[in-house]
């Protein structure tokens, strides 16, 4: 069965520091790797998508990172500030297949 | 403005009494799908349609139907709804399917929260 395993749950950083989120996956064989962002009380919001021959994308201060071979993609985020206290979700897509694995989504809270 | 709306966004029922979340999107996607998210499970797909009249089961469709009658519309129906079903619910619509070899982006709406006594 596809899954999909982020890392840590949740998290609490300063405002203005960086932090660091890990999506590992088992979806095979791989199609593509969606990172969303999830203000409390709305819908998620498309932040990034790499394909497999994608290694890194950036939205802002988002940086998406993706290793195809080791299966494991992180979502970086700079000099944070409290609009990017939300939670984010991986997604990945399997090749031939209609169904995305979803995973269950890391918590950052930013303190000021 | 493009956008995938929902209604109600908050509804409080008792077990049984049927309802009907509608959800409508302005973009002229192909593609509609409902998802449940609850606490430490992440999104799950509930049901999708990949155009007017097309429709199949996600992951957890037991208890929910779905019609696709018009491709702007994409109403999520609780026949006879139980407190299992208490949750956290979206739609979310794409050009096409967002899934396979496709890059499209899903557009979701607000969510529902639902809850059943």
């Known amino acids: 069965k596809n899954q999909v395993e982020q890392s840590p749950q949740s998290l609490i950083i300063l405002e203005g520091k960086n932090c660091t989120l890990q999506?590992?996956?088992?979806?095979?064989?791989?199609?593509?790797l969606r990172w969303y962002k999830q203000d409390t009380g709305r819908g998620p919001v498309s932040l990034t998508i790499?394909?497999?021959?994608?290694n890194t994308k950036s939205n802002g201060r988002y940086t998406a990172t993706l290793d195809a071979d080791t299966k494991q993609s992180s979502l970086h985020i700079t000099a944070s500030q409290l609009s990017d206290s939300a939670s984010y979700i991986c997604?990945?897509?399997?090749?031939?297949?209609?169904?995305?694995?979803f995973g269950a989504g890391t918590t950052v809270t930013v303190r000021a | 403005e493009a956008q995938v709306t929902q209604n109600p966004r908050y509804l409080i029922t008792v077990t049984g009494k049927k309802l009907t979340v509608t959800c409508s999107q302005n973009?002229?996607?192909?593609?509609m799908s409902w998802y449940r998210q609850d606490p430490g499970l992440g999104l799950r797909q509930i049901y999708y349609?990949?155009?007017?009249?097309?429709?199949d089961k996600g992951d957890v469709p037991e208890g929910y139907k779905v019609s696709r009658k018009e491709k702007r519309n994409f109403p999520l129906i609780l026949e006879s709804p139980s407190p299992n079903q208490t949750s956290l619910y979206f739609c979310?619509?794409?050009?096409?399917?967002?899934?396979?070899?496709?890059?499209?982006?899903?557009?979701f709406g607000p969510g529902t929260r639902l809850t059943v006594l």
């Open positions: 999506c590992n996956y088992t979806v095979s064989p791989f199609s593509n």
């Open positions: 979310a619509s794409s050009l096409w399917i967002p899934s396979g070899g496709s890059t499209d982006t899903q557009y």
């Open positions: 973009m002229n996607h192909e593609y």
């Open positions: 349609s990949m155009n007017v009249e097309v429709t």
């Open positions: 997604v990945v897509s399997a090749s031939y297949d209609y169904k995305l694995s």
């Open positions: 790499m394909t497999f021959s994608e």
